[in-house]
């Protein structure tokens, strides 16, 4: 049977049609429609008519989570999702079942499937973007906790009383080394305003871009090392922008061991391989 995936951007709308070895028959991307629920029901419903087949199975890769309570869409970065019930209003426009999970479940899923972390067992897949948030993967199956936040590392408290995050409380990881993180961090050691890739081209040259270096591979290291002491995963794969930085997968990896709470620390850190694919294959592997 043929599967088709759509991942829901926030900029963009993605969707294939693959055969049952994965093999691409059709691909599309249509730009995402702004601030306008009504409108982003139409384009995936429009662009799923387009490419599905009679016998076709449909999931969707979306920003935000599904409540397990009321069914609804949350945290999401797209905000007119945010208290919506778009599974429900997509099966009503469709007149099919569909199944639907948040981006870093459908990366982790993809990775741990098809991309940089098959054949490992336990996968920790992380986001690192303008966000920060992750999935669990065990044995080819996504991990979604007894409330359904199995993974959102990026809202665990690494600093008491630290930078002040949208979710409410303080210190979470995402304001210290998500992308945008980053790059407040960099204008406030360095007077600078850079985008990311630029700032790492200048890092580590002088003492100002040293420190952020320093504080940003220390913090990474610790809430990475948190998770696995917690979770003891056999691999960790890294997708975002945040994961294209180069040291982090040798510096950045000895930093995690650093805090591992074990004699013995080899967990692969490893970087995706299916960039940003991972997210509409991923949605093709949901499972109703």
Aim: charged share 20%; hydrophobic share 35%.
């Amino acid at each position: 049977m043929n599967r088709l995936g759509v991942d829901l951007g926030g900029t963009k709308i993605e969707s294939i049609l693959v055969d049952e070895n994965f093999q691409v028959i059709q691909r599309k991307r249509i730009p995402t429609p702004q601030n306008d629920y009504e409108k982003i029901l139409e384009s995936i419903s429009n662009l799923i008519q387009e490419l599905k087949t009679e016998s076709c199975s449909i999931g969707i890769c979306t920003p935000g989570a599904i409540s397990k309570k009321t069914g609804l869409i949350k945290n999401s970065n797209t905000q007119c999702l945010i208290g919506k019930s778009l599974k429900e209003d997509l099966e009503s426009r469709l007149g099919q079942k569909i199944s639907m999970d948040n981006d870093a479940n459908c990366f982790a899923i993809a990775e741990a499937t098809m991309g940089a972390a098959k054949n490992f067992g336990i996968v920790f897949g992380v986001i690192m973007g303008t966000g920060v948030g992750g999935g669990i993967v065990i044995d080819g199956k996504i991990h979604h906790g007894r409330t359904n936040i199995a993974g959102e590392w990026g809202h665990h408290i690494l600093h008491t009383n630290g930078n002040k995050c949208y979710c409410g409380k303080n210190g979470c990881v995402e304001t210290y080394i998500s992308g945008p993180a980053l790059e407040k961090k960099w204008l406030e050691i360095t007077g600078k305003n850079q985008k990311l890739p630029e700032i790492i081209q200048n890092s580590g040259f002088d003492d100002k871009s040293t420190l952020w270096k320093t504080e940003f591979l220390e913090n990474f290291g610790r809430s990475v090392a948190n998770v696995i002491d917690i979770l003891d995963p056999d691999a960790i794969v890294l997708g975002g922008g945040v994961s294209n930085i180069p040291f982090l997968y040798d510096e950045g990896k000895n930093f995690v061991y650093e805090c591992v709470f074990s004699d013995l620390i080899d967990t692969p850190i490893l970087q995706n391989k299916l960039g940003d694919s991972a997210g509409v294959f991923g949605a093709c592997l949901l499972e109703s």
